[in-house]
């Protein structure tokens, strides 16, 4: 896979870990990379709220709890479950090739909010 | 806000003697004394009489003497003696505290006695081990001990109110920071990889080039921070684990509420490198106690405007991370703490 198609190599596998977010920039965009059950997410890392790192949160039940005010997002997909945010963050889709994470910049569609 | 269940320090245990000594904690006025035998005591500080502050008064053996009418209580609150008078009515008593000597503290229960077990005085073991040099010391804050706290939570605050002895630029801009939380504890840990060292450990550390430096720091309620805190030559292993050479030391905070705007705190430095080495054990000291007294105008021009303004709406930033979930622990903990006073009221 080459850097065409909006495809974009954001960090090496190896340096994501289970239990921790793991910042990375999409381009301008500020994103966090998450492994649940094997599985590799990236959303949006900035709080739809004021504008927290979302990556520098609590990680529990599958969402990401903002280090700040204590919203929630669905790691999955960036569904906002608890306020005081309540626009979703963008879940992006991701590759894996060569031990490298590559994640796309158009984000996947709206997931709906709480 | 008070949490009142809890081990409070009181005083350093040099303070407490056979002269009484007065301390306000949580609005609650207390008198401390020692009993003959070296014994910690601790009344309410105010005859049941005519409310004379008993501190005001003088030990008659073991018995604290009220400097009014000459009332005598005994080391448990009872009252002994009434001069001019044989009987003394029962109810004639002044409110005791429990309290514990440890760390060279004394320790103060401030809620239901009935709960006081020293087995869950927070581990402060450095301040009194033969393998640690420490010094402990006392400051009053002009301030809600709130404050105390989330200054002891948030350290980047290091590179501009201490940057003459344990701040340089390097601890803003540069440092990994991760934090874990459990229901009664946060632990902030705070790297910061190849950089210059701070003034004060260069002083102390004799380093002649770049460092790798730790800061962990850890939180229990109600105000406890315990700083596990050093520096080695960079690239030899911290991070991993492996602490060789440098300079490994114990920031200890203990902050005792005087009033909902006025604070004590107790602190002291301790070292494992040189431990034995007095004069090393004072200049860390006083490295610290340089900070700490800029720490101590912050807090009280932070209160002087607290004060004048009702809830000021408040920014939080990325830095405030640890600072938040330790005030989430001490306010559901005073919801829990309220909430077992109405059911005890109402029953």
Same mark, same amino acid.
């Given at each position: 896979?080459?850097?065409?198609?909006?495809?974009?190599?954001?960090?090496?596998?190896?340096?994501?870990?289970?239990?921790?977010?793991?910042?990375?920039? *999409?381009?301008?965009?500020?994103?966090? *990379?998450?492994?649940?059950?094997?599985?590799?997410?990236?959303?949006?890392?900035? !709080?739809?709220?004021?504008?927290?790192?979302?990556? #520098?949160?609590?990680?529990?039940?599958?969402?990401?709890? !903002?280090?700040?005010? #204590?919203?929630?997002?669905?790691?999955?997909?960036?569904? !906002?479950?608890?306020?005081?945010?309540?626009?979703?963050?963008?879940?992006?889709?991701?590759?894996?090739?060569?031990?490298?994470?590559?994640?796309? #910049?158009?984000?996947?569609?709206?997931?709906?909010?709480? | $806000?008070?949490?009142?269940?809890?081990?409070?320090?009181?005083?350093?245990?040099?303070?407490?003697?056979?002269?009484?000594?007065?301390? $306000?904690? $949580?609005?609650? %006025?207390?008198?401390?004394?020692?009993?003959?035998?070296?014994?910690?005591?601790?009344?309410?500080?105010?005859?049941?009489?005519? =409310?004379?502050?008993?501190?005001?008064?003088?030990?008659?053996?073991?018995?604290?003497?009220?400097?009014?009418?000459?009332?005598?209580?005994?080391?448990?609150?009872?009252?002994?003696?009434?001069?001019?008078?044989?009987?003394?009515?029962?109810?004639?008593? &002044?409110?005791?505290?429990?309290?514990?000597?440890?760390?060279?503290?004394?320790?103060?229960?401030?809620?239901?006695?009935?709960?006081?077990?020293?087995?869950?005085?927070?581990?402060? =073991?450095?301040?009194?081990?033969?393998?640690?040099?420490?010094?402990?010391?006392?400051?009053? &804050?002009?301030?809600?001990?709130?404050?105390?706290?989330?200054?002891?939570?948030?350290?980047?605050?290091?590179?501009?109110?201490?940057?003459?002895?344990?701040?340089?630029?390097?601890?803003?801009?540069?440092?990994?920071?991760? &934090?874990?939380?459990?229901?009664?504890?946060?632990?902030?840990?705070?790297?910061?990889?190849?950089?210059?060292?701070?003034?004060?450990?260069?002083?102390?550390?004799?380093?002649?080039?770049?460092?790798?430096?730790?800061?962990?720091?850890?939180?229990?309620? %109600?105000?406890?921070?315990?700083?596990?805190?050093?520096?080695?030559?960079?690239?030899?292993?911290?991070?991993?684990?492996?602490?060789?050479?440098?300079?490994?030391?114990?920031?200890?905070?203990?902050?005792? %509420?005087?009033?909902?705007?006025?604070?004590?705190?107790?602190?002291?430095?301790? =070292?494992?490198?040189?431990?034995?080495?007095?004069?090393?054990?004072?200049?860390?000291?006083?490295?610290?106690?340089?900070?700490?007294?800029?720490?101590?105008?912050?807090?009280?021009?932070?209160?002087?405007?607290?004060?004048?303004?009702?809830?000021?709406?408040?920014?939080?930033?990325?830095?405030?991370?640890?600072?938040?979930?330790?005030?989430?622990?001490?306010?559901?903990?005073?919801?829990?703490?309220?909430?077992?006073?109405?059911?005890?009221?109402?029953?």
């Amino acid at each position: 896979m080459t850097d065409t198609d909006g495809w974009l190599r954001v960090a090496a596998l190896s340096e994501l870990s289970d239990d921790e977010a793991l910042p990375a920039m *999409l381009g301008e965009t500020p994103i966090a *990379l998450y492994r649940l059950d094997g599985e590799i997410y990236a959303i949006g890392d900035v !709080c739809t709220h004021e504008y927290a790192l979302l990556s #520098q949160g609590f990680i529990e039940d599958g969402a990401i709890e !903002c280090p700040l005010h #204590q919203a929630k997002f669905d790691i999955a997909t960036g569904r !906002c479950l608890a306020a005081p945010a309540t626009e979703p963050v963008r879940s992006y889709p991701v590759r894996i090739e060569n031990g490298d994470i590559y994640v796309g #910049q158009n984000p996947r569609g709206d997931p709906g909010n709480t | $806000m008070f949490l009142r269940n809890h081990w409070y320090v009181a005083a350093s245990d040099s303070e407490i003697g056979r002269s009484p000594l007065a301390r $306000m904690i $949580m609005n609650e %006025p207390i008198v401390l004394f020692r009993a003959e035998d070296g014994t910690p005591v601790a009344f309410e500080d105010r005859c049941c009489h005519r =409310h004379l502050p008993l501190s005001m008064g003088k030990l008659v053996g073991d018995r604290l003497q009220c400097h009014y009418h000459g009332l005598q209580f005994d080391t448990s609150g009872q009252c002994v003696r009434i001069p001019g008078q044989d009987q003394i009515p029962p109810t004639a008593k &002044v409110r005791t505290y429990p309290v514990v000597e440890r760390y060279r503290w004394l320790w103060i229960w401030m809620g239901d006695p009935a709960l006081a077990d020293p087995d869950t005085i927070t581990d402060f =073991h450095w301040l009194d081990d033969p393998d640690w040099g420490a010094k402990s010391a006392y400051l009053h &804050v002009e301030a809600n001990w709130q404050l105390v706290v989330d200054n002891l939570l948030d350290l980047t605050h290091l590179a501009f109110v201490h940057e003459t002895t344990i701040g340089n630029s390097a601890l803003a801009e540069h440092a990994v920071v991760k &934090v874990k939380r459990a229901p009664n504890n946060v632990v902030v840990t705070r790297w910061i990889i190849d950089q210059e060292p701070p003034p004060t450990f260069q002083k102390v550390g004799g380093f002649t080039g770049n460092v790798d430096r730790w800061q962990i720091i850890d939180f229990a309620p %109600p105000a406890f921070l315990r700083l596990d805190v050093g520096a080695t030559p960079t690239g030899t292993g911290a991070p991993e684990g492996h602490r060789v050479g440098g300079i490994n030391m114990r920031n200890l905070n203990a902050i005792t %509420p005087e009033t909902e705007t006025t604070s004590h705190y107790f602190w002291g430095q301790a =070292h494992d490198f040189e431990p034995h080495n007095a004069e090393m054990t004072e200049t860390i000291f006083q490295q610290i106690q340089t900070a700490f007294l800029e720490d101590v105008a912050v807090f009280s021009a932070q209160q002087r405007n607290l004060d004048r303004i009702k809830n000021p709406p408040q920014l939080d930033i990325n830095a405030d991370t640890g600072v938040i979930q330790a005030r989430r622990i001490l306010a559901r903990l005073h919801d829990e703490e309220q909430a077992a006073l109405q059911m005890t009221a109402a029953e």
